[in-house]
């Protein structure tokens, strides 16, 4: 259930990719309760929340022996997630249309 839930997710994230930054996307639904700003870098993590959930599914179901290296990849995976949400970067696994509008949550935003 796991795998087809990642499989879902993974085309979500390759659909909406390109999409552009004034799309439906990136719009803060109204049931957020903070600013557009942390909207924005929840969406920033968007191509790592496949990967955690195949990972989490390894951890729990997987081997007992590569349990270690499913928590040493979800750690890295943490750790990444919070380098794309708050300081923006790598710019690589940014989505496009945040590439230019979003610099992370401890950044100002940069002047274009």
């Known amino acids: 259930m796991g795998v087809l839930l990642s499989l879902a997710s993974i085309l979500l994230v390759v659909k909406e990719w390109r999409a552009p930054f004034d799309s439906r996307y990136y719009r803060r639904p109204t049931c957020w309760p903070w ?3 942390s909207w924005l870098a929840v969406k920033s993590g968007d191509v790592v929340g496949p990967a955690w959930l195949l990972t989490t599914v390894w951890l729990i179901a997987g081997p007992e022996r590569t349990r270690d290296t499913a928590a040493a990849l979800l750690l890295a995976e943490i750790v990444l ?9 790598p710019r690589a696994l940014m989505p496009p249309a945040l590439r230019g509008e979003f610099s992370g949550l ?7």
């Open 81 to 89: 997630l919070l380098m794309l949400s708050l300081a923006g970067e």
């Open 106 to 112: 401890l950044r100002a935003r940069q002047p274009r």
């Open 35 to 37: 600013s557009q700003r």
